[in-house]
């Protein structure tokens, strides 16, 4: 049974930074893909970045520049260090894995999700 499990959000100002981990358990297959999302009250579910089992990643474009998506396939952890954050960047930010090929910011690609942890971003 696939388990996530996300830690490392918290409050911060405007500008500051944050690193989000979420350590993964209970998976077997080879290739796969690991995808961190984030919801706002009121507002739909939103890709955020994604990496393939092969390192090779995709950003949404509201965070490009900014965020940076990595993983350790060994400890089967996904990381996303998330700087210059802005207070549009608070949510509840979750990770996810799809076992579809192909490097989608589309939450219905997603089989396994995380409960979430909250990123608060004030001005």
């Known amino acids: 049974q696939v388990q996530l499990v996300e830690s490392g959000g918290g409050s911060v100002q405007a500008g500051g930074s944050l690193r989000l981990f979420c350590a993964a358990s209970?998976?077997?297959?080879?290739?796969?893909?690991m995808g961190w999302f984030r919801q706002a009250p009121g507002k739909e579910r939103e890709g955020v970045a994604v990496i393939g089992s092969d390192g090779l990643s995709r950003y949404a474009d509201s965070v490009k520049g900014r965020f940076t998506i990595s993983q350790d396939n060994v400890k089967n952890s996904l990381y996303l260090q998330m700087h210059s954050l802005k207070p549009e960047d608070t949510a509840m930010y979750y990770c996810?894995?799809?076992?579809?090929?192909?490097?989608?910011?589309?939450?219905?690609?997603?089989?396994?999700w995380g409960q979430g942890t909250q990123v608060t971003v004030s001005s």
């Open positions: 996810a894995i799809s076992l579809l090929r192909g490097w989608s910011l589309d939450r219905y690609q997603y089989s396994y």
């Open positions: 209970g998976l077997t297959h080879s290739t796969y893909f």
